[in-house]
């Protein structure tokens, strides 16, 4: 999915991030109709069986109407029940408030409208329809002695690259406006510093300035980036400066206070007499590896966002990373890539 770079950067573009409603089972309204045609495409003929422990039903309005409920009560046990083993990574993931928000997504959606259609090549199969645009779950509700059941590991792929590719999105968007944030910071002077400065922090420690976000004395959030902080909070989220790090919308977020020799004058580090004037970057690694993303970013004060699969163990490899460093591994992302090959042609 290529998006236009001039679209993503805007003043606060961490906004975006922080107001768009990442749903695992929700695709925009223009593309329902083909989508439904795809998921009845991959589903015809397929015919799975339950997992071990999985709950089955007597008529496939019964499943979906079980699954709206659990996603309503907020039933993660239930949950696993009905879509077995192979739906614990949908259900569950290292980031629990984005898995609430999906599941009270999903729930509302199937409130404004739900129907199941028994697919018409195949008596044994029906699909769940949801919402005002009619989107099909990509899971089929499938029949074998006389039982219904979800055959999760039809729809599970689908699901999880929604979820990926979104997330990564997410994370791209919040990696330019940490960019914009940073020199929108830097054009003031915090807590009597004598020097123009970069943030060393996203959320500042209690009674500084030190962050891009700061809490006020009357609870209002103010910094470059306080408004985007108070949404996540109203979305569910938790912060705490310096404590653990918690994911969000399926990615961790780190302030790097150094470069490499890859990065643009070689080799430095950004603090100065205690101040981070050098320079600044941020990375951004899925809480989940191939649950919540796959790829890592990172960006530096240029605002190129860069990416690169850091494979299984990109959680350990993200933990050790200290600097900036883009060689030749990383690859600048798809809409930066398109926007420098349109300017060029301009």
């Known amino acids: 999915m290529k998006i236009k770079r001039n679209i993503l950067i805007s003043s606060k573009m961490i906004a ?31 015919q799975g069986t339950p997992q071990p422990g999985q709950k089955e039903f007597d008529t496939p309005k019964q499943a979906a109407d079980a699954l709206i409920q659990v996603a309503t009560n907020l039933d993660v046990a239930a949950a696993k029940e009905i879509l077995g083993p192979d739906g614990e990574d949908i259900v569950s993931s290292e980031d629990p408030v984005m898995d609430k928000n999906r599941a009270t997504a999903f729930a509302n959606k199937a409130k404004e409208k ?34 219904w059941f979800f055959d999760t590991k039809v729809g599970r792929e689908e699901i999880l690259n929604r979820r990926v590719g979104e997330n990564e999105l997410n994370a791209i968007e919040i990696c330019r406006g940490f960019d914009e944030a940073q020199h929108e910071y830097a054009m003031e002077k915090y807590d009597g510093s004598k020097v123009n400065q970069y943030a060393q922090h996203i959320l500042s420690t209690p009674g500084k300035h030190d962050g891009l976000a700061w809490q006020n004395p009357d609870g209002t959030w103010g910094g470059p980036v306080g408004e985007e902080v108070a949404k996540a909070l109203e979305e569910g989220y938790s ?12 990615y961790y977020f780190k302030v790097l206070k150094g470069q490499g020799p890859a990065a643009p004058m070689g080799e430095m580090d950004f603090m100065v007499g205690g101040a981070m004037i050098g320079g600044f970057a941020l990375a951004a690694a899925p809480a989940e590896y191939r649950v919540t993303g796959v790829m890592t970013f990172i960006v530096g004060p240029d605002g190129v966002v860069y990416q690169k699969d850091l494979g299984p163990d990109t959680l350990k490899t993200f933990q050790g ?26």
């Open 321 to 346: 990373m200290d600097k900036y460093n883009p060689d030749k591994t990383w690859k600048v992302t798809e809409d930066d890539v398109e926007d420098d090959s349109s300017d060029q042609g301009s």
């Open 114 to 147: 739900m129907s199941v259609e028994i697919d018409k090549h195949n008596r044994n199969q029906a699909v769940l329809i949801v919402g005002n645009d009619n989107f099909p779950l990509p899971i089929p509700i499938v029949k074998q002695k006389g039982k």
């Open 239 to 250: 912060f705490q400066a310096g404590g653990n790090p918690k994911p969000y919308h399926g």
């Open 16 to 46: 975006l991030a922080a107001a768009v409603l990442v749903t695992a089972f929700i695709v925009p309204a223009s593309l329902a109709a083909s989508k439904k045609k795809e998921a009845a495409a991959k589903q015809e003929g397929a």
